[in-house]
């Protein structure tokens, strides 16, 4: 449904709704497992969708509620796997989302431990070629403005900023800022400004080993000795 009159000029609400899909408990007095993704709507107005069978807890029926659902415009994100009690042999037989929570903040506020690095890193490993969100998962005042996704787009408008995070324009944060990240000729270059005030280090994991100097280099300063070590480096 529409969420245009929550909508003003400095505020965008999206398009959206998320799917659970739970299995059948099998102590009826502990936890089950369940599947939760969010459909973000990539244009304005896209109905809301209906896919069947959506209570069947197997990898072959929520993958093809994912495919599916990118079939219908929307735009799949795969979240807090720490809280819905799945592990790697579950998320991995999962195709068809486009992103995942790296960040939960409601669920990692409540204990759940859903700051997921690892569960991404091994969908990467496995070929998926999918991006990280950060999120709140809002359900009061507790836990807001916790984790959050930076989207550089042109314009504050559903379609404008869906293309961005389409093509990974974006970000995860639960802090930090970054100004600027430019990748010249596969090599990142001097140019990865990250907010001190916010952190104490940065780590960068990359194909490149060039990468993890870049970015040492930048946060102590040394601009203009960029190219120079690089060179030596090599």
Same mark, same amino acid.
């Given at each position: 449904?529409?969420?245009?009159?929550?909508?003003?000029?400095?505020?965008?609400?999206?398009?959206?709704?998320?799917?659970?899909?739970?299995?059948?408990? !099998?102590?009826?007095?502990?936890?089950? *497992?369940?599947?939760?993704?969010? /459909?973000?709507?990539?244009?304005?107005?896209?109905?809301? &969708?209906?896919?069947?069978?959506?209570? #069947?807890?197997? @990898? !072959?029926?929520?993958?093809?509620?994912?495919?599916?659902?990118?079939?219908?415009?929307?735009?799949?994100?795969?979240?807090?796997?720490?809280? +819905?009690?799945?592990?790697?042999?579950?998320?991995?037989?999962? #195709?068809?989302?486009?992103?995942?929570?790296?960040?939960?903040?409601?669920?990692?506020?409540?204990?759940?431990?859903?700051?997921?690095? %690892?569960?991404?890193? &091994?969908?990467?490993? *496995?070929?998926?070629?999918?991006?990280? =969100?950060? #999120?709140?998962?809002?359900?009061?005042?507790? $836990?807001?403005?916790?984790?959050?996704?930076?989207?550089? &787009?042109? %314009?504050?408008?559903?379609? +404008? /900023?869906?293309?961005?995070?389409?093509?990974?324009?974006?970000?995860?944060? $639960?802090? @930090?800022? =970054?100004?600027?990240?430019?990748?010249?000729?596969? %090599?990142?270059? +001097?140019?990865?400004?990250? *907010?001190?005030?916010?952190?104490?280090? /940065?780590?960068?994991? +990359?194909?490149?080993?060039?990468?993890? =100097?870049?970015?040492?280099? *930048?946060?102590?300063?040394?601009?203009? %000795?960029?190219?120079?070590?690089?060179?030596?480096? !090599?």
């Amino acid at each position: 449904h529409s969420q245009a009159h929550l909508t003003d000029n400095n505020f965008l609400a999206l398009d959206g709704y998320e799917i659970d899909v739970y299995q059948e408990k !099998e102590n009826p007095n502990g936890y089950h *497992k369940t599947c939760h993704f969010c /459909l973000v709507a990539i244009n304005e107005n896209t109905p809301h &969708a209906d896919f069947g069978d959506e209570d #069947t807890y197997t @990898p !072959e029926n929520i993958s093809r509620i994912m495919n599916e659902a990118r079939e219908k415009g929307f735009f799949v994100t795969y979240n807090h796997p720490s809280w +819905s009690c799945e592990h790697y042999e579950h998320y991995s037989q999962y #195709t068809g989302m486009c992103a995942m929570e790296i960040m939960n903040y409601g669920c990692a506020y409540e204990g759940f431990g859903d700051y997921n690095p %690892k569960e991404y890193d &091994a969908l990467l490993r *496995k070929g998926e070629r999918i991006y990280c =969100i950060a #999120t709140d998962d809002n359900h009061g005042t507790h $836990d807001t403005c916790g984790g959050w996704t930076m989207i550089k &787009a042109d %314009k504050l408008d559903q379609k +404008s /900023l869906m293309e961005a995070v389409e093509r990974g324009d974006c970000y995860a944060s $639960d802090g @930090p800022d =970054i100004h600027s990240l430019v990748i010249r000729d596969g %090599k990142t270059s +001097s140019e990865m400004i990250v *907010k001190q005030s916010y952190i104490d280090r /940065l780590d960068s994991i +990359s194909m490149f080993d060039e990468a993890v =100097i870049l970015a040492y280099m *930048k946060l102590n300063g040394n601009y203009d %000795k960029t190219e120079e070590l690089l060179e030596t480096y !090599e």
